[in-house]
């Protein structure tokens, strides 16, 4: 994975949290909606980034997002 890739992938990730700020539950909402609309592929990436110094540029929103995503092996969906 190149790393511009990851940066559009984190990128994407933080735009739509702050689109969602608004939402009772963020986390959900954030969650959801990478779930209907990212690859197997796009959450197999972040999802290796998590816990890696990349994932620190995360937003925390859309960290527990993901967290929760890959907790629930969404990749494998």
Do not use: C
Request: glycine content about 2%.
């Amino acid at each position: 994975m190149s790393a511009h890739t990851l940066d559009k992938l984190i990128y994407m990730a933080n735009q739509i949290a702050r689109n969602v700020t608004h939402d009772p539950d963020p986390v959900t909402m954030i969650a959801d909606h990478i779930k209907a609309f990212w690859t197997p592929r796009m959450l197999q990436q972040i999802f290796a980034v998590l816990e890696a110094p990349e994932g620190a540029e995360l937003d925390p929103i859309s960290h527990a997002a993901l967290s929760r995503l890959a907790a629930k092996g969404a990749h494998a969906a």
